[in-house]
Each structure stands twice: as C-alpha cells, then as structure tokens.
T-cell receptor, first 116, second 111 residues
Framework: DTAVSQTPKYLVTQMGNDKSIKCEQN?????MYWYKQDSKKFLKIMFS???????INETVPNRFSPKSPDKAHLNLHINSLELGDSAVYFC???????????????FGPGTRLTVL | GNSVTQMEGPVTLSEEAFLTINCTYT??????LFWYVQYPGEGLQLLLK?????DKGSNKGFEATYRKETTSFHLEKGSVQVSDSAVYFC??????????FGKGNQVVVIP
C-alpha cells in the first residue's frame, strides 16, 4: 500500500561507520530524489535520478553515494559518517512529464539518522 | 537565484482562529508555487499548488493565491483545528522537477 517507503526509519551509529538507507516507490514514477532535513526543519535536495540516471547532484560530500539499481529504487550510501550528518533523510518520487512541467513529488516517511 | 522566504518563527494559535503564513519568492522565470505540509513523524504531503499568476490553490480549507505583483503565495485558513498542527513549507518549481523549499513554519493549534 505504501507509495514511497524507506528503511530503516531510525538509524543510530558511531562516527566513522558506513551505512545505507533504502528507498522504494511503487508508483511507477520515473524520477526519485533524496532530501536532507536538518534539526531546524530546513529541507534541501541532495540528489535526483531519472530512469536510473543522475540528473541533480547538489553540493554534497562525496562520502554520500546514491545508487539506483532500477527506477523503483534509490538507495543512499554514506561512508565515514560524521556528527554533522545527523538529520532526517527523505526519499521522494515524481512522474517525469514531457516538456519538464512540474509534477507532484511524493515523499517517504523519512529516516532519522543519529551519528554519535 | 530562485528562492522562497517564509516568515520567521513558529505560529501558535487557538482552535478556530484564523491562520496566515506568509511566503514570498524570488525567481528568474515563471514558477509554479506549492504548499507542502509535514505532520509529526511523517514525510511531506502536497497541500495545494498554483501554476500561474492569479491562480488560487485550495485544499482542506486552506487557500493560497499566486500574486505575481507582490511575488507572494500566502497560506490562509479561516478556522484551524488541532489536527492542523504541523510544519508548513512553501516551495517553488521552474518545471525541471527541482523544488526550492522555504524554511518551514511550525504551526501549533491549542484546544
């Protein structure tokens, strides 16, 4: 039933570790995104994939690597975790419309990452 | 660049009060404008949108009008309920599937 799902919902880990967050959408959308929401609720896009190809890559440390095995999945791998990586990470998806017209983005429930 | 500015600080009000959250934007083209809502512990949901000047988006008693002359898209609701307590984000898009979000406003409705 869930349109955009993420696992895990909570992730607590030590500095220096490597972790992954998984995202799946069952809406048949072409485009998927990763957003980071900081403690002040500020939301910023990190990456966007369209049909498994990277189309948006904001200024994000290269410790963050998105991987899209197919257009229904977009996973986020983070190497050498730092304290500042603590945040809520949201996955989203949308249908790519011809002409680049905007279509609604559907968000997952978020993954709260805490780095100790 | 393209950006969205929302009024500072949380908004606390009593049930049945009138709610206004201000949003202004800066854009190089003709953006579509949106309000998203984030309920506690959940992801963002689209609340309403407007794609051209003078359009009014509305949903669940909320309204916002796209004002090109004042570059604004203020959100209003005439009578809020406790269930409207959430964080509200204004956003804009220029049609490339890229959204620019405002900083969000926490709304707390007290019974």
């Amino acid at each position: 039933d869930t349109a955009v799902s993420q696992t895990p919902k909570y992730l607590v880990t030590q500095m220096g570790n490597d972790k992954s967050i998984k995202c799946e959408q069952n809406l048949g959308h072409d485009t998927m995104y990763w957003y980071k929401q900081d403690s002040k609720k500020f939301l910023k896009i990190m990456f966007s994939y369209n049909n498994k190809e990277l189309i948006i890559n904001e200024t994000v440390p290269n410790r963050f690597s998105p991987k899209s095995p197919d257009k229904a999945h977009l996973n986020l791998h983070i190497n050498s975790l730092e304290l500042g990586d603590s945040a809520v990470y949201f996955c989203a998806s949308s249908q790519d419309l011809a002409g680049g017209a905007y279509n609604e983005q559907f968000f997952g429930p978020g993954t709260r990452l805490t780095v100790l | 660049g393209n950006s969205v500015t929302q009024m500072e600080g949380p908004v606390t009000l009593s049930e049945e009060a009138f709610l206004t959250i201000n949003c202004t934007y800066t854009a190089t083209g003709y953006p579509s404008l949106f309000w998203y809502v984030q309920y506690p512990g959940e992801g963002l949901q689209l609340l309403l949108k407007a794609t051209k000047a003078d359009d009014k988006g509305s949903n669940k008693g909320f309204e916002a009008t796209y004002r090109k002359e004042t570059t604004s898209f203020h959100l209003e609701k005439g009578s809020v309920q406790v269930s409207d307590s959430a964080v509200y984000f204004c956003a804009l898009s220029l049609g490339n599937n890229r959204l620019a979000f405002g900083k969000g406003n926490q709304v707390v409705v007290i019974p």
